[in-house]
């Protein structure tokens, strides 16, 4: 098998693999303050994540926080949640607590807590 050959079969299984993870049964959990519960794929393409990354990289982890939930949080037909239009919604009018639980949830890892990020 030629180098290229290999390449491109390797490339293939890698997006087989992706389709199978995106296609799959989403994850959820329930948000008792806000009366719902959150769909989500624990795996998303790079170029969603990509905003995620770029903000907190330029230090602002609590945009970030917020675009991952805004990003990722679908309802149970696999629509987002919200749009980047909410986005002065959450970072003005929602409780700072819950949204870290949910971005730690969505996220699949434990997050600071709400005095860790202000420091930032």
């Given at each position: 098998?030629?180098?290229?050959?290999?390449?491109?079969?390797?490339?293939?299984?890698?997006?087989?693999?992706?389709?199978?993870?995106?296609s799959?049964?989403?994850?959820?959990?329930?948000?008792?303050?806000?009366?719902?519960?959150?769909?989500?794929?624990?795996?998303?393409?790079?170029?969603?994540?990509?905003?995620?990354?770029?903000?907190?990289?330029?230090?602002?982890?609590?945009?970030?926080?917020?675009?991952?939930?805004?990003?990722?949080?679908?309802?149970?037909?696999?629509?987002?949640?919200?749009?980047?239009?909410?986005?002065?919604?959450?970072?003005?009018?929602?409780?700072?607590?819950?949204?870290?639980?949910?971005?730690?949830?969505?996220n699949?890892?434990?997050?600071?807590?709400?005095?860790?990020?202000?420091?930032?």
């Open positions: 098998m030629t180098e290229e050959k290999k390449k491109v079969n390797v490339l293939k299984n890698a997006t087989a693999h992706y389709k199978s993870q995106i799959g049964s989403m994850a959820s959990f329930d948000v008792p303050e806000w009366d719902t519960k959150i769909y989500y794929r624990t795996v998303q393409s790079l170029r969603a994540e990509s905003e995620v990354v770029e903000l907190t990289k330029s230090g602002k982890s609590t945009e970030a926080l917020v675009m991952s939930i805004i990003n990722k949080a679908r309802d149970e037909d696999g629509k987002l949640m919200f749009t980047k239009h909410d986005k002065a919604t959450f970072m003005n009018e929602v409780d700072p607590n819950v949204i870290i639980r949910v971005a730690a949830k969505i699949g890892g434990d997050l600071p807590e709400v005095g860790e990020i202000e420091k930032n």
